[in-house]
């Protein structure tokens, strides 16, 4: 069984450019959430999709925007980067729909620098 | 609003003695409520979650963890640290299973 994983590990931007970055859920999960983990903090919710829809979000822009495939891969887009969206972005699969019990499997994650 | 609180950043204990680690949540409804362990450049990974069955919940590695109404608690605890437990803790609390919140994280060192 795959489990999640996240392309690319490390990536380099500078202020005002767009990046997407993106998830493989594990084998038979149709629910993807995306978070951020900024240096020494926990990870704080930006959405999550189930069977490509968006099912919730948390408290970011609209500048952070998803996309969930038919596959239930999933793509995070931020738009006009900012110095302050440097930080780990982590991808979490879940099975089922919308259980409020259901584990969620983490990725390694995302290392977005913004210069 | 949902949300938890972390009480501590930092726990030191040492190797054989026990560990807890201390977590509030804030929360409208019946919360599901999760431990998170985050050992370094690994990915996370569920300790344990609460769901509403028992109070007293059992997860991998000997950790435990009480779910306590009437404080709105949720403590992690282990008889005996072990060195492989030193790692970063995160307790989650969740409202409908579609968004999902973390504390701040408790980093837990174990002195041999």
């Known amino acids: 069984e795959t489990g999640v994983t996240q392309s690319p590990t490390h990536l380099i931007k500078t202020r005002g450019q767009q990046v997407t970055l993106r998830c493989s859920s594990q084998?038979?999960?149709?629910?993807v959430s995306w978070y951020q983990q900024a240096l020494g903090q926990g990870p704080q919710f930006i959405f999550q999709?189930?069977?490509?829809?968006?099912?919730g979000r948390g408290n970011f822009p609209p500048r952070f925007s998803g996309l969930q495939f038919p596959n239930y891969s999933s793509e995070l887009n931020v738009n006009a980067l900012e110095l302050d969206d440097s930080a780990l972005y982590l991808c979490?699969?879940?099975?089922?729909?919308?259980?409020?019990?259901?584990?969620?499997?983490f990725g390694p994650g995302t290392r977005l620098t913004v210069l | 609003a949902q949300s938890v609180t972390q009480l501590d950043s930092h726990v030191s204990v040492s190797e054989g003695t026990p560990v807890l680690l201390r977590c509030n949540y804030s929360?409208?409804?019946?919360?599901?409520l999760f431990w998170y362990v985050q050992h370094p450049n690994k990915g996370l990974q569920l300790l344990l979650k609460?769901?509403?069955?028992?109070?007293l919940v059992k997860g991998i590695n000997g950790f435990e963890a009480e779910f306590k109404k009437s404080e709105t608690s949720f403590h992690l605890t282990k008889p005996s640290a072990h060195m492989s437990d030193a790692a970063e803790y995160f307790c989650?609390?969740?409202?409908?299973?579609?968004?999902?919140?973390f504390g701040t994280g408790t980093s837990l060192t174990v002195i041999p």
């Open positions: 084998s038979g999960h149709n629910t």
């Open positions: 929360s409208s409804y019946s919360p599901s």
């Open positions: 989650v609390v969740s409202d409908n299973g579609n968004q999902f919140y």
């Open positions: 999709y189930y069977r490509e829809e968006e099912n």
């Open positions: 979490a699969s879940s099975p089922g729909g919308r259980g409020l019990y259901n584990e969620q499997f």
């Open positions: 609460y769901t509403s069955a028992a109070t």
